[in-house]
């Protein structure tokens, strides 16, 4: 029999996590038909690929993205795909594109997410046709989508739509029985179009954009009680995921999250919560992690921590950088983000500052950012003699002047053109391998299509198996290949009940060819990409073009040689997938 695709002679994984052998694919109508130990018959087969050294994955599922927007305007998504993502989630952190107007999403997406809001606003005022979840999916379905799609529903998003923004961001008003009522019928509505659970935000230094809102916290961290309750029991019935985000500065609400999985007398409700980091600032946090949940799930619960396997670098422009929503001072200044003259006189102002050097010097308590300006470089300034420097080192050669006033110094002189970086957490690799390889843990967190000047994961699945062969070749291993790849692939799409995943005969020819040879240390080199959808805004990338030999979705090939094809993202190679839809 003919096939559409063969890709022969390379390591198969199966994403189950089994041993990987020598294979060859035969792929035919977008299924894998063929596995075979002996040569498959090339008569008539249009495409057939040489994998003679490489591996040969399912592709990689990215269980946290923020492209709500970003596939509107650019289906293919090629930074993720040319990676081997094929399975892209939308709708974390309690944001998604599918109830709330194309105002208030620019509010809900514009700050928190650093997704330009004008371009939020306008995509969604030109494009969207949808006022349901099941129109919404339609919607997707009729893009040409390079990777497939799944998506939670925003708790955000509901909430705003059905209590308007303005009351849905006041600590004084509760929802009606009414509007409890519909933001129910919206989740069940949603999981019957095949969503794949709700995402919620408890962290209070996500702020909104625009101006009749800003700088609120988003509406999630207004909701009831009985609110939550109301919404989680839906999803515990329905056996679908709540993703959420405990707040830092309480470490109360992640104990509650983490146990509302619980399912003693009751099904147990899956929890993926974010996220669990080796954090600078809190070293021994680490160690509850994997603790936590291990009780949780040993009390019959289903949950599992989100984690980023790579280390968690990131750049700023100035002070653009959503740390500083986490202490006063730097809020105060990212409030006044659309205001550059104010926020520079404000940023110049000696009690300000008296106040930023208070919240910097404070050194305990709950945090994300180490806020230590001694760990923070400078790699781009009009001043080329800071270039290199940290802004602590800065301080100490203009004659001991405190950190904060060298990097406010340096803010105020020269503003955005101030580009500076910082690890804030992952930086310990023994902690990264005892995450990546914990059963509580589930590998993603990239966050792409948000932050765009912030920081670039797209290549995380590649660094993670990097790691993996290069322990193994050391004799130092932490877990195999193939359970990495599981791990990345498999493991997720079967928690999520997903169709993707595997590569066995009868599963979806979405496929990744790698040369393992090429996993080295382009993948961590920094490269930037213009964004013609955001008016040429210069994007954070990563570019490891060697790595990746090709990637097929349904059996058509995106991704040759680390270049996309002329079809990607003009002709649907991938499709919405649904929860529980196999």
Request: aromatic share 8%; net charge negative; hydrophobic share 40%.
């Amino acid at each position: 029999m003919s096939y559409d695709v063969i890709i022969k002679n390379g390591r198969w994984f199966d994403g189950t996590g089994a041993r990987s052998e020598t294979r060859n694919l035969g792929i035919r109508d977008g299924r894998v038909a063929a596995v075979s130990v002996g040569a498959l018959d090339e008569a008539d087969c249009p495409q057939v690929v040489d994998a003679t050294g490489k591996w040969v994955i399912p592709g990689i599922v990215d269980i946290h993205t923020h492209y709500d927007v970003e596939v509107i305007l650019s289906p293919g998504l090629k930074e993720s795909v040319r990676h081997g993502v094929t399975s892209i989630f939308l709708g974390s952190c309690s944001l998604s594109a599918v109830h709330a107007g194309p105002s208030d999403a620019g509010d809900l997406f514009g700050r928190v997410e650093a997704i330009p809001r004008k371009h939020v606003v306008d995509t969604l005022t030109e494009s969207k046709t949808w006022t349901s979840a099941h129109e919404y999916v339609e919607a997707i379905e009729a893009l040409p989508l390079g990777p497939n799609v799944a998506s939670f529903i925003g708790h955000s998003d509901i909430r705003a739509a059905q209590m308007g923004l303005d009351r849905a961001t006041r600590k004084d008003v509760k929802p009606t029985p009414a509007e409890l009522d519909a933001m129910a019928a919206k989740l069940e509505e949603a999981l019957d179009a095949g969503f794949i659970g709700m995402s919620s935000q408890e962290l209070l230094f996500d702020k909104l954009d625009g101006e009749v809102c800003r700088s609120r916290t988003l509406p999630s961290t207004y909701s009831t009680r009985q609110e939550r309750r109301r919404l989680s029991g839906i999803l515990r019935r329905r056996g679908r995921a709540l993703q959420a985000g405990p707040d830092v500065g309480r470490p109360q609400s992640m104990v509650a999250l983490a146990l509302s999985s619980v399912g003693l007398f009751r099904r147990p409700l899956k929890v993926s919560l974010l996220s669990a980091a080796d954090v600078k600032a809190i070293p021994a946090v680490a160690h509850v992690f994997p603790a936590m949940a291990r009780a949780v799930n040993g009390m019959r619960g289903d949950f599992r921590w989100q984690h980023l396997p790579v280390p968690f670098e990131v750049y700023s422009d100035g002070i653009d950088l959503p740390v500083f929503e986490e202490f006063g001072s730097g809020a105060a200044a990212l409030d006044l983000s659309n205001q550059l003259e104010a926020r520079s006189a404000l940023l110049a102002d000696e009690s300000y500052r008296r106040r930023f050097r208070k919240d910097y010097d404070k050194k305990y308590g709950p945090r994300v950012w180490h806020r230590d300006f001694f760990d923070a470089e400078i790699v781009e300034c009009p001043d080329e003699s800071v270039i290199g420097k940290t802004f602590g080192q800065v301080g100490v050669d203009r004659g001991g002047v405190h950190p904060v006033d060298a990097f406010l110094d340096l803010v105020v002189e020269h503003g955005t053109k101030v580009r500076w970086r910082t690890t804030i957490s992952n930086h310990r690799p023994e902690v990264l391998n005892k995450f990546a390889s914990d059963p509580g843990v589930q590998l993603g967190f990239s966050d792409a299509g948000a932050h765009l000047r912030n920081m670039a994961f797209y290549n995380f699945g590649l660094r993670l198996l990097r790691r993996v062969r290069d322990a193994e070749q050391a004799g130092t291993p932490f877990m195999s290949v193939e359970q990495a790849v599981h791990r990345l692939t498999g493991e997720l799409a079967d928690w999520y009940q997903l169709d993707a995943g595997h590569l066995r005969e009868g599963d979806r020819a979405d496929v990744v060819v790698i040369d393992p040879a090429h996993l080295d240390a382009s993948l961590d080199a920094y490269a930037e990409c213009p964004v013609p959808e955001y008016d040429g805004l210069s994007r954070m990338v990563n570019r490891n073009d060697d790595a990746v030999s090709a990637v097929f979705v349904g059996g058509e090939c995106v991704v040759r040689e680390g270049e996309p094809t002329p079809v990607l993202g003009t002709r649907r190679t991938g499709r919405f997938l649904r929860a529980g839809e196999r």
